[in-house]
């Protein structure tokens, strides 16, 4: 990236990262993963708002044997978006924030070099940020100041899981995560189905992968049999997989479900 023009704003990147966080695939060649213009974009930036630090250094060391980075790994600038204790709000939180993002106030210092005319990447662990995942409200403040936002092309688990599973892609809703408890699992899910029934939209959701194979089973248990449930497992992984099928199929021949690999389950009502 060049030096800033003085009185220039910088540019907010969205960098999608991979989805192969954690995985033995995780060492798989950049450039099957992300298009070459956005590792260059990526190699670019001296300044990063990252989920999580060091997740981002794996992900620009990957950078840099493609395209050498503009400074050395350890000069660059990287901090974490600000979370809040699992549960509890962030000081001075919006209510109708969720407890894991800040309020753009809080976030606007984030953002100092942008104003200062140099470009920052935004970065989620995997995926797109700020979809089913953090940084939206960082996106939303460098709307509020005037810093031009530009998304990068890349993975996001959601849409690959919806197009791989040949339901409703026209209507479709993210629910993130459905209740730990038991109970209020089952509810959530019949009350999930009714509304895809009557709207004939496609419902997606995502769990913890140690709970994966829980989730399945009490969808597989309180769904109706009609209903359509897609799982996609892995996605851009070697041994990734999609399966959609009816519940009474579902039943009828079990999956077992890894616990170490992330999963998008999706359903359609009949």
Known sequence: MSEPTPGS????????????????????????LLPLGVIRIAAGLQHWVAENAKSTRAFLKRVDAVVPLVLPLQSLC????????????????????????APQASLQPLLAPAQHGHDVGLISEAGLPAVADPGAA?????????????????????????????????SFAFIGYLPVDAAERA??????????????????????PYRN???LGALVAHLQATTQLS????????????????V??????ATTMPGDVPAVFSLLAG
């Open 187 to 208: 509810t959530r899910i019949r009350d999930l189905e009714a509304l895809s029934r009557r709207q004939r939209q496609t419902q997606l959701m995502i769990e913890t």
């Open 248 to 253: 009474a199929a579902w039943r009828a021949r």
């Open 231 to 246: 799982v996609s497992c892995g996605l851009t992984l070697a041994g990734g997989f999609t399966r959609s099928d009816t």
């Open 138 to 170: 960082l996106v939303q403040a460098a709307h509020g100041l005037g810093i031009r936002v530009m998304a990068l092309p890349g993975a996001s688990s959601l849409l690959l899981a919806l197009a791989a599973s040949g339901l409703n892609g026209q």
């Open 9 to 32: 704003t910088g540019t907010l990147y969205l960098v999608p990262n991979t989805l192969d966080l954690g995985t033995p695939d995780s060492g798989a060649d950049l450039q099957a």
């Open 78 to 101: 990287i901090v974490e978006l600000p979370r809040a204790q699992k549960g509890a709000p962030l000081k001075g939180a919006a209510p109708n924030l969720p407890s894991a993002m």
């Open 213 to 215: 194979e829980a989730l």
